[in-house]
């Protein structure tokens, strides 16, 4: 694995017979000593560098909502993402940048007029914002850091799931998750 190479070739000055022993055990050739110092990435991967934004926003709103409301001792922590007819509200409000061409597009839709209301709201807080986000897919990021988010706030953390007894998941908007803590 690329990973472990690249870590074993960082230890060998501080662990120099360590890293040796690690080196022979993944198959390389030669002395790690001798092999030349990792290269970084020519250009970063700003999926990667975006998801982990994310991430860290998330478990920072947990420990904010933890430390406003005083919950010293949580048992689970529930994570809801929007769905993606709220993504879609911000595909169009970054395109067209006005309300009345953004809502006159978004109502051509039948699911969007179902919505009715909530799209209008929602609208009219993102172009006041003007923060606009590339569409991520927020539940397969949140569920693969579930456990790393879990380790770091030490309770289990659920993704999506149907337990949410005070509607939370409706508060979510694209960037943003609603969280419910029990």
Do not use: N
């Not at 406003?68 to 048992?75: D, F, K, Y």
């Not at 409000?93 to 809502?103: G, L, P, S, T, W």
């Amino acid at each position: 694995c690329h990973a472990i190479e690249v870590q074993t070739l960082l230890l060998t000055p501080f662990c120099p017979h360590t890293a040796e022993e690690v080196w022979e055990a993944i198959g390389k050739e030669g002395f790690a000593s001798e092999a030349p110092w990792p290269r970084p990435w020519a250009t970063p991967d700003q999926g990667m560098l975006h998801a982990e934004d994310f991430i860290k926003g998330v478990i920072d709103d947990i420990r904010e909502i933890m430390r406003v409301a005083r919950i010293e001792h949580p048992s689970s922590v529930y994570l809801y993402t929007s769905p993606a007819w709220k993504w879609d509200v911000m595909a169009v409000a970054a395109e067209e940048q006005d309300v009345k061409k953004a809502m006159a597009r978004l109502m051509q839709s039948e699911e969007m007029r179902r919505q009715g209301k909530k799209v209008s709201k929602l609208l009219t807080s993102l172009l006041g914002s003007k923060q606009y986000l590339e569409r991520m897919d927020e539940a397969e990021i949140l569920t693969q850091a579930a456990a790393f988010i879990s380790t770091e706030i030490g309770v289990p953390v659920y993704v999506d799931a149907p337990h949410d007894p005070e509607s939370k998941k409706e508060a979510a908007v694209p960037g943003r998750v609603a969280i419910y803590i029990e």
